[in-house]
């Protein structure tokens, strides 16, 4: 696994406005270990992300704590080249506020037994995660690409690529 970046703060920030053509248009926590990662007092809103995770994207980041933000308005196209079907040249929707992924099956070895972890699990007390608004990639009926809202249109936690959930409290 990679050695990681090491501890990371990100506090009293505005993130906004920023487009990722993967996961975590505002903020994008890969390959970062066991480093703590702590994201407090910050305004994440109206970024957006071509895969999932319009707000924060989370991959390999093992401890990562969210609190006291405010994580909204952000959008998640799935527009990224491996969501498209080939054969039909349309995507799924993808969660749009926060995202986690599963971890890889290096990180997961490192991991004691008894601490077994498959997907980052940041721990999330007191924010507001709200409207995040999901798309899908659609053809229109001449066969020009359009973005279509999702049903229902806001998916403001998910976690792909693992069996779990996200657990923010207050």
Same mark, same amino acid.
């Given at each position: 696994?990679?050695?990681?970046?090491? #501890?990371?703060? %990100? +506090?009293? &920030?505005? !993130?906004?406005? $920023?487009?990722?053509? =993967?996961? *975590? @248009? /505002?903020?994008?926590?890969?390959?970062?270990?066991?480093? #703590?990662?702590? %994201? +407090?007092? &910050?305004? !994440?809103?109206? $970024?957006?992300?071509? =895969?999932? *995770? @319009? /707000?924060?994207?989370?991959?390999?980041?093992?401890?990562?704590?969210?609190?006291?933000?405010?994580?909204?308005?952000?959008?998640?196209?799935?527009?990224?080249?491996?969501?498209?079907?080939?054969?039909?040249?349309?995507?799924?929707?993808?969660?749009?506020?926060?995202?986690?992924?599963?971890?890889?099956?290096?990180?997961?070895?490192?991991?004691?037994?008894?601490?077994?972890?498959?997907?980052?699990?940041?721990?999330?007390?007191?924010?507001?995660?709200?409207?995040?608004?999901?798309?899908?990639?659609?053809?229109?009926?001449?066969?020009?690409?359009?973005?279509?809202?999702?049903?229902?249109?806001?998916?403001?936690?998910?976690?792909?690529?693992?069996?779990?959930?996200?657990?923010?409290?207050?």
């Amino acid at each position: 696994p990679s050695t990681g970046a090491g #501890p990371v703060d %990100v +506090y009293a &920030n505005l !993130i906004q406005g $920023n487009l990722s053509n =993967d996961d *975590g @248009g /505002g903020l994008r926590f890969l390959m970062a270990r066991d480093f #703590p990662f702590n %994201v +407090y007092n &910050n305004m !994440i809103v109206n $970024n957006g992300a071509g =895969d999932a *995770g @319009g /707000g924060i994207g989370l991959r390999d980041a093992a401890r990562v704590f969210i609190h006291h933000n405010t994580i909204a308005s952000n959008d998640s196209y799935a527009t990224a080249g491996d969501l498209i079907d080939p054969i039909t040249g349309e995507s799924p929707p993808q969660p749009a506020g926060i995202v986690s992924r599963n971890h890889s099956a290096e990180l997961v070895a490192a991991f004691h037994p008894r601490r077994r972890q498959t997907y980052s699990n940041p721990e999330m007390v007191n924010n507001i995660v709200w409207q995040n608004r999901s798309f899908s990639w659609g053809l229109d009926a001449v066969g020009n690409g359009v973005l279509v809202p999702a049903d229902p249109p806001y998916w403001d936690l998910g976690v792909l690529g693992a069996v779990g959930q996200l657990n923010p409290t207050w």
